[in-house]
C-alpha cells in the first residue's frame, strides 16, 4: 500500500530556502513517476515539479525553473524538493503525488488527474 507523507514544510523569509521531503513508507517507488504540486488558497492546484523514478529525468513547471531541484534516495524510498530563491508567490500548500500507469512522457506529466495517490500536504509560507 502506497502511503505518502510530505514533510519540511515552514515560515520562511523571501530569498530564503526550504528543502521537501516526499516519502513513501507503503512500498519502493519501483518504476513510478512522482510529481510535487502546490495550491494555493482560492488558486488550483499547479504542477511544480516531477521525475522519472526509473530514469532519474526531471520536469519543471516554468515558475520554478532554476529554483527548484527535484531529486530521489533510493535507499531511503523518498524525494525531495529543494527550494532556493523563494517568493512570497510560492507560498502555498506541497502535495506530492504518484503515476503508477507511467501514463505518458514526464514532459506531459503536470496535471493533477494524471497522478493517482497523494500525500497530506506541507504547508509553505514565504513572507515579504
Known amino acids: 500500500q502506497v502511503q505518502l507523507a510530505e514533510s519540511g514544510g515552514g515560515l520562511v523569509q523571501t530569498g530564503g530556502s526550504l528543502r521537501l521531503s516526499c516519502a513513501n513508507s507503503g512500498c519502493t517507488f519501483n518504476s513510478w513517476t512522482v510529481g510535487w504540486f502546490r495550491q494555493a488558497p482560492g488558486k488550483e492546484r499547479e504542477f511544480v515539479a516531477a521525475?522519472?523514478?526509473?530514469?532519474?529525468?526531471?520536469s519543471y513547471a516554468d515558475s520554478v525553473q532554476g529554483r527548484f531541484t527535484i531529486s530521489r534516495d533510493d535507499a531511503k524510498n523518498t524525494v525531495y524538493l529543494q527550494m532556493s530563491s523563494l517568493k512570497p508567490e510560492d507560498t502555498a500548500v506541497y502535495y506530492c503525488?504518484?503515476?503508477?500507469?507511467?501514463?505518458?512522457?514526464?514532459?506531459?506529466?503536470?496535471?493533477?488527474?494524471?497522478?493517482?495517490?497523494w500525500g497530506q500536504g506541507t504547508q509553505v509560507t514565504v513572507s515579504s
Open positions: 503525488a504518484v503515476d503508477f500507469r507511467s501514463s505518458a512522457p514526464l514532459v506531459l506529466m503536470k496535471r493533477p488527474d494524471q497522478y493517482e495517490r
Open positions: 521525475i522519472n523514478w526509473t530514469g532519474g529525468r526531471t
